[in-house]
């Protein structure tokens, strides 16, 4: 079945620091999107990307569409400790079948 | 305000017991979702609806069953044959193909 891979798994970070995480895969998506969740609650819509090449930012964050469709990247810049959360990719398929990534757990250190 | 709401938030069963999770949106989108979530892992699709009445199997459809009589509401029923029905689960709708936007979640504990 379709899988996404996303990575780092988790991450350990100074406050003020950048970070990067990404998702890839062997599917073409038409959309992806970015999510975060804090402990405890549901996951929270951050970008939508709907086509390749496209590259969003909302705040300190910064996304984009691969241009092959089949990967993506979230960037946080100078972090701060309330960014820390489970950040999860989803991929949507040609038919609307959306795809998740395991998540990415960060951790901010003040 | 718009959005999705579950109840409720905590819920403890026995084992043998059947549990229903509530999802109401008032968003007006046609498609709902459910999702579980394990700790340290990723969300995976229970069931989904793209209109009333009408819903399909996700990927780990087996002990769960779900209704869906009106546009704003999609409960999840957990059944006794949901061999390891702990879990956070999450309700999510959407327009349909359009982003998801979820609740705020229903942690289940089974005793």
Redesign the interface.
């Given at each position: 079945?379709q899988q996404l891979n996303?990575s780092p798994q988790s991450m350990f970070i100074q406050e003020g620091e950048d970070v990067s995480m990404n998702c890839t895969s062997s599917s073409i998506f038409n959309?992806w999107?970015w999510?975060k969740q804090d402990p405890?609650?549901?996951?929270?819509?951050l970008i939508?990307l709907y086509k390749a090449g496209e590259l969003t930012s909302n705040g300190r964050l910064t996304a984009q569409f691969g241009i092959t469709r089949k990967d993506s990247f979230l960037n946080i810049s100078a972090s701060i400790p309330s960014d820390v959360g489970i950040y999860?990719c989803?991929g949507?398929l040609a038919g609307?079948k959306?795809i998740?990534?395991?998540?990415t757990e960060l951790s901010v250190k003040p | 305000d718009g959005g999705i709401t579950q109840s409720p938030k905590y819920l403890f069963r026995k084992e043998g017991q059947n549990v229903t999770l509530s999802c109401e949106q008032n968003l007006n989108h046609d498609a709902m979702y459910w999702y579980r979530q394990d700790p340290g892992q990723g969300l995976r699709l229970i069931y989904y609806s793209q209109i009333v009445n009408d819903f399909q199997k996700g990927d780990i459809a087996e002990g769960y069953s779900v209704s869906r009589e009106k546009k704003e509401s999609f409960p999840l029923t957990v059944t006794s044959a949901q061999k390891n029905p702990t879990a956070f689960y999450l309700c999510a709708s959407s327009f349909a193909g359009g982003e998801l936007f979820f609740g705020e979640g229903s942690r289940l504990t089974v005793l």
């Open positions: 079945g996303q959309t999107l999510y405890g609650e549901g996951p929270v819509l939508a999860f989803a949507q609307g959306l998740f990534g395991q998540g | -």
